[in-house]
């Protein structure tokens, strides 16, 4: 995380799944004074957070279907995706590109890249994310951005006894 949060210079997030919603357990903040604003226990709500998206493409649809009855899919910015259906196309998006993007979906003027962790029998048991303002993101250093934290997803994950030959 230390690597990622010196490289882009923002602010890294580990978060987990918690009774339908994400939830921060650990984040390294952006060198910057004007960054994303979170805590460590803040929750956030699955479908508009790139976490969200990792920690719910590698499910069955039924699963996810099951976890996301009752949610009301709250626009909280004009790109949030405000269905169940919208949210079940992403997520087989983020399946076939390994990360997920969050583009103003949660915050205004916020970007997020995202990828997941896999445990020892090849489940997502956690996302790391980097959060950028709009105004800093680079979109010509996106693939290296994504390349980076999918290393670090991998170094994690085998640490945690993953498979990641796959």
Same mark, same amino acid.
């Given at each position: 995380? &230390?690597?990622?949060?010196?490289? =882009? +210079?923002?602010?890294?997030? #580990? ?5 339908? *919603?994400? $939830? ?18 803040? &929750?956030?709500?699955?479908?508009? =957070? +790139?976490?969200?998206?990792? #920690? ?5 649809? *039924?699963? $996810? ?102």
């Amino acid at each position: 995380m &230390r690597h990622l949060n010196e490289l =882009t +210079g923002e602010t890294v997030h #580990l978060g987990i799944f918690d009774e339908g *919603a994400i $939830v921060y357990v650990h984040k390294l903040d952006s060198r910057y004074t004007l960054r994303m604003y979170s805590r460590i226990g803040r &929750r956030a709500p699955l479908y508009c =957070t +790139g976490i969200g998206k990792v #920690l719910m493409a590698w499910r069955p649809e *039924a699963e $996810v279907r099951q976890i996301l009855a009752h949610e009301n899919f709250v626009r909280r910015t004009p790109n949030t995706l405000d269905s169940l259906d919208a949210y079940l196309a992403e997520l087989g998006q983020v399946r076939g590109q390994g990360f997920a993007e969050d583009h103003e979906e949660f915050e205004d003027n916020m970007r997020c890249l995202a990828a997941p962790i896999h445990d020892r029998f090849g489940q997502v048991i956690a996302g790391l994310s980097v959060s950028f303002p709009c105004f800093r993101f680079q979109e010509a250093s996106k693939a290296s951005y994504v390349e980076e934290m999918l290393a670090t997803t991998i170094q994690i994950s085998a640490q945690l006894g993953a498979d990641c030959r796959r």
